[in-house]
């Protein structure tokens, strides 16, 4: 039998769920990290994703991990190599677009909790007997949005989902109603001509009103 590893006990888990939203955020310059950070927090959430989807990821995130108030995780992470990268950056959650048993036991062995996306209930038992019980679901409305969580929760009721892709103030509510949903993963909040223009009041306030709806 799998021992599957509760990890909505370890802190880092605990903190993305008490928010209920990730920020998935994609950095072209790292000398934005730091005002990106502050505009977060200012907008009462302490958490974000940042994409190794640029060449500035490691560093915007080692800018924001220094930020006091802020959790910081590596998103789409894709092989074992990026992994270290990201918790040498000072990563405190890994999050990957599909599903690699490299990446999941590279990042157990820094003792660092990691959300594998998974598509089907096939990846999910893959997940499972990693030890895992908490999975991004992605691309979550091309996948069947809501109805889709809610169909996937039935056989797999230990497992938490965190719905990315497509997520947005339209369908936020109905996703966080799901109890299955540890939280949400968007980018309206940290939408990139906000990044560009660098808007940090506009990404306060979507913050702050993403967090309403939260609620």
């Not at 939203?21 to 994703?49: N, R, S, Y």
């Not at 679901?137 to 109805?147: D, S, Y």
């Amino acid at each position: 039998m799998t021992n599957v590893q509760h990890t909505e006990q370890h802190p880092v888990v605990e903190t993305i769920a008490a928010g209920r939203i990730v920020p998935v955020v994609v950095l072209e310059d790292a000398a934005d990290a730091a005002g990106l950070a502050d505009a977060l927090v200012a907008g009462g959430l302490g958490c974000a994703e940042v994409t190794f989807r640029t060449a500035a990821a490691a560093d915007a995130i080692r800018a924001m991990a220094e930020r006091p108030g802020m959790l910081v995780g590596a998103g789409t992470v894709i092989n074992a190599a990026q992994v270290d990268r990201a918790v040498a950056a000072g990563a405190r959650f890994v999050v990957s677009p599909g599903f690699s048993a490299s990446v999941v036991a590279r990042c157990q062995e820094h003792g660092v909790p990691v959300f594998p996306g998974v598509a089907s209930p096939s990846e999910i038992m893959q997940a499972l007997d990693a030890g895992l019980d908490t999975v991004k679901f992605f691309p979550a409305e091309q996948l069947g949005g809501v109805p889709m969580v809610k169909a996937l929760s039935a056989p797999f009721r230990t497992v938490r989902f965190v719905p990315t892709g497509g997520v947005n103030t339209a369908n936020l509510a109905d996703y966080l109603a799901v109890t299955s949903v540890l939280a949400v993963g968007g980018t309206w909040m940290v939408a990139p001509e906000l990044l560009a223009a660098r808007d940090w009041a506009a990404v306060t306030s979507r913050t702050r009103d993403a967090l309403e709806q939260a609620r």
